[in-house]
C-alpha cells in the first residue's frame, strides 16, 4: 500500500508539475516584426535580454512586410507588432481592427540613394533615370509622393524592380528607394563607397513610420498587458540610446553574420528618428494626432489615382491610435503625474 501510495503521489506531483510547466510556456507574448529582424528592432532585444518583459516570454517573428504584420494583427495571431504608420491607416479605413499604441518614426525614413559620383541630388535629378523600386513596399507610394511633390512625371522615369545596394553599385540602376539606416550605410560603412540621399521627409512626404500596433480586441480584453509592453519597450528604447553597443550585441547574437560597426551605424540613425525634439519632452513613441491627421490626408490624395489604396474618406485620426497607454507608462516611468 506504501509503495502504491508513494508511486500515486509521484504521478500526482509530476502530472501537477507538468501541468505548471504547460501553464508557463503559454504565458508569451507574440511580436510581429515589419520585416527580417532590423537594427530597429534591437532595442525590443535588449529589453528581452534584461528581463524587462518577465514573467512573459517574448517571441519574435519576422515577416514580409507592414501589409502581413496587418492580417496577423486583425485575425489575433500576434500579440503586437511593427508597422509602417501609412499602411495603419489605409488598414483601419478599410476596417481592419487595430490600432497604434506607440509611433516610433514620427518622420518618414524613405530615401532615394545614389552613389555620389552619379551626381543625383534632387528629386528633378531623376528624369530619365532608372530608379529602383519595390511596388509591393511602402517605400513605393512615398516615392510617387515625393514626383508630385516636385512636379517629376512617373513617365519620365524607368522604374525598375530592384532596389538593394548592389543594383546601385552595378549600375543596374541609377538611383533606388530604401530606408536611410540600411541600403545606404550598407554602402557607406560596409563598403566604404559615398552616396547621396533624398530624403522623403523633405520632399513632401507628410507621413509617421514604424509604429508599435496592437488590436482593439487586446486594448480592451488585456490593457496590463498593453501597459506591460510598453513599459519594456520603452525602457529598452531608453537603454538603446544609452547604450547601443549593449544593443548591438543583442541584435548580433540573434542575427548572425551581420558587422557590428554597420548595424551601430544603422542604430545610430534609427534613433535619430526615434528620438526627435519632442521625444525629448514626451517620451520616445509619443503620439501626435496632428501627425496621423496629415498621413491621412496625404493617402487620400491618392484615393483616385491608386485605387488599390481602397479609400472612400477620411474618419477622426483617433480611430487610428490610442495615445492613453504611453502616455501613461512614460508617466510612471519618469515618476510624472
Not at 17 to 34: D, G, N, P, R, Y
Not at 114 to 141: C, H, M, R
Not at 292 to 314: A, C, F, H, N, V
Request: net charge negative; glycine share 6%.
Amino acid at each position: 500500500m506504501t509503495r502504491r501510495f508513494v508511486g500515486l503521489l509521484v504521478a500526482v506531483l509530476i502530472g501537477s508539475v507538468s501541468l505548471f510547466a504547460c501553464q508557463e510556456e503559454q504565458k508569451s507574448i507574440t511580436v510581429k516584426l515589419s520585416f527580417a529582424p532590423l537594427a530597429e528592432n534591437a532595442f525590443l532585444f535588449l529589453a528581452i535580454d534584461r528581463g524587462y518583459f518577465e514573467p512573459y516570454h517574448v517571441n519574435v517573428e519576422p515577416s514580409n512586410g507592414s501589409s502581413e504584420v496587418v492580417q496577423a494583427l486583425g485575425a489575433g495571431k500576434v500579440d503586437f507588432g511593427f508597422i509602417s504608420g501609412d499602411v495603419l491607416v489605409k488598414a483601419r479605413l478599410q476596417g481592419t481592427p487595430i490600432r497604434a499604441i506607440a509611433t516610433l518614426y514620427h518622420d518618414s525614413p524613405v530615401s532615394l540613394y545614389s552613389l555620389k559620383e552619379a551626381n543625383i541630388q534632387q528629386v528633378s535629378d531623376l528624369k530619365g533615370k532608372k530608379v529602383g523600386v519595390l511596388k509591393a513596399s511602402a517605400t513605393y507610394l512615398q516615392y510617387r509622393m515625393m514626383l508630385d511633390d516636385a512636379g517629376v512625371d512617373p513617365k519620365s522615369i524607368v522604374e525598375v524592380p530592384s532596389a538593394d545596394p548592389d543594383s546601385v553599385l552595378t549600375k543596374v540602376v541609377d538611383v533606388a528607394m530604401h530606408y536611410t539606416m540600411y541600403a545606404p550605410v550598407d554602402l557607406e560603412i560596409k563598403r566604404g563607397i559615398q552616396v547621396n540621399e533624398i530624403l522623403a521627409k523633405d520632399n513632401g512626404v507628410n507621413v509617421v513610420s514604424s509604429s508599435l500596433a496592437t488590436s482593439e480586441k487586446l486594448l480592451g480584453g488585456d490593457p496590463k498587458l498593453v501597459r506591460l509592453f510598453l513599459s519594456a519597450s520603452l525602457r529598452g528604447l531608453m537603454d538603446a540610446r544609452n547604450d547601443p553597443d549593449a544593443a548591438v550585441e543583442s541584435y548580433c547574437k540573434r542575427v548572425k553574420m551581420q558587422d557590428p560597426k554597420a548595424v551601430r551605424a544603422s542604430l545610430d540613425r534609427v534613433n535619430e528618428f526615434i528620438f526627435d525634439s519632442e521625444a525629448q519632452i514626451r517620451g520616445p513613441g509619443y503620439i501626435d494626432l496632428e501627425e496621423w491627421r496629415q498621413t491621412q490626408s496625404s493617402l487620400y490624395k491618392y484615393k483616385d489615382s491608386i485605387p488599390s489604396l481602397g479609400l472612400k474618406s477620411e474618419i477622426d485620426p483617433r480611430h487610428f491610435v490610442d495615445g492613453s497607454f504611453i502616455e501613461e507608462v512614460w508617466a510612471e516611468l519618469t515618476g510624472r503625474n
